[in-house]
């Protein structure tokens, strides 16, 4: 079975501009969270998708949004881009949402957001 | 919110030796806790994990034991290797996953030959 990818692997952007960020799940996996992993703050959650519908947000303003297909491939956008969004940016999936069972969640190699 | 902290930020063990790492949670609703796994450059890979159910889970060399009265659980590699030398996280998430998975800072475990 094929891992979580995503595209792209790097990307080099200025300040102010917006950037989309791609997800594949594993196969059959419904749920994508996303991750901010910077050397400061670690990893910090973004936000969980599950069957097209964001679920759980983190404590990230509102330049940061995602979305989910119904294939449950789940892109992230952010605008007006600023030097501290600067970070590797992981998505990971699980077979079905978190709750009480606390599913195992699988990470992409990440995209490497540089902005100048 | 959940908070994790994680000890030591940097270990260092001489290979065959076993090494420890602890966390301590503060949501008393958590109930699954991850150890993940990240070597330079490569994404966070899970090796273990437990749930509030158990209080201990081994495989093969490396093990996880969880105390919830005091909120804290800990991984134990034996016998190290030297390819166990990377960035180790655990991580905590409560029943409603309101928050996502919230990570402790990360410990960087060196295996001296």
């Known amino acids: 079975k094929a891992g979580v990818t995503q595209t792209p692997r790097y990307l080099i952007k200025t300040r102010g501009q917006q950037v989309t960020l791609s997800c594949s799940p594993i196969?059959?996996?419904?749920?994508v969270s996303w991750y901010q992993q910077t050397p400061g703050q670690g990893l910090q959650f973004l936000f969980e998708?599950?069957?097209?519908?964001?679920?759980n947000k983190g404590n990230f303003p509102g330049r940061f949004s995602g979305r989910q297909f119904s294939n449950s491939r789940s892109e992230m956008n952010v605008s007006t881009l600023e030097l501290g969004d600067s970070a590797l940016y992981l998505c990971?999936?699980?077979?079905?949402?978190?709750?009480?069972?606390?599913?195992?969640?699988?990470f992409g190699p990440g995209t490497r957001l540089t902005v100048l | 919110g959940e908070n994790v902290e994680q000890h030591p930020s940097t270990l260092s063990v001489q290979e065959g030796d076993s090494a420890v790492i602890k966390c301590t949670y503060s949501d008393s609703a958590s109930n699954y806790f991850p150890w993940y796994k990240q070597e330079l450059g490569k994404r966070p890979q899970l090796i273990i994990d437990?749930?509030?159910?158990?209080g201990e889970k081994k495989d093969q060399r490396i093990a996880v034991t969880l105390n919830k009265t005091a909120k804290h659980f800990s991984l134990h590699i034996t016998e190290t290797q030297p390819e166990d030398s990377a960035v180790y996280f655990c991580a905590a998430i409560s029943g409603g996953g309101a928050d996502g998975l919230t990570f402790g800072k990360g410990t960087h475990l060196i295996i001296q030959p």
């Open positions: 437990i749930r509030s159910n158990v």
């Open positions: 196969s059959g996996h419904r749920s």
């Open positions: 998708y599950f069957s097209e519908t964001q679920r």
């Open positions: 990971a999936s699980s077979l079905v949402a978190g709750g009480p069972s606390g599913n195992e969640q699988f």
